[in-house]
Nanobody, 127 residues
Framework: QVQLVESGGGLVQAGGSLRLSCAAS????????MGWFRQAPGKEHEFVAA????????YYADSVKGRFTISRDNAKNTVSLQMNSLKPEETAVYYC????????????????????WGQGTQVIVSS
């Protein structure tokens, strides 16, 4: 089992930045895939970004490319999401997720590809 705890959410003005962190505990932190999703009120979970086990491959939703950066530190058992130039429509609860198996193709972008989830951290972007 893997436990994930997100932190770093909060209130920020449009155009501002936030850095989310996800601390993993439980079994050895060698999850082949870690990701971030978000869920706005009344909407489905939306893929944001993902990273493979050694950080050599990253994946982003088109809407965040160039503004968000995902990274991981296996020595510290953490995954981070640096979010810049935030927009009001990105107000949502942001969730950290981990997969117990390698992901391929479109599975990187789908909620069902991930086995473990955190409780989420709220991000509010004011206009």
């Amino acid at each position: 089992q893997v436990q994930l705890v997100e932190s770093g959410g909060g209130l920020v003005q449009a155009g501002g930045s936030l850095r989310l962190s996800c601390a993993a505990s439980g079994r050895t932190f060698s999850s082949p895939a870690m990701g971030w999703f978000r869920q706005a009120p009344g909407k489905e979970h939306e893929f944001v970004a993902a990273i493979n086990w050694d950080g050599s491959s990253t994946y982003y939703a088109d809407s965040v490319k160039g503004r968000f950066t995902i990274s991981r530190d296996n020595a510290k058992n953490t995954v981070s999401l640096q979010m810049n130039s935030l927009k009001p429509e990105e107000t949502a609860v942001y969730y950290c997720a981990a997969s117990g198996l390698p992901l391929y193709g479109s599975a990187w972008y789908r909620k069902m590809g991930y086995d473990y989830w955190g409780q989420g951290t709220q991000v509010i972007v004011s206009s």
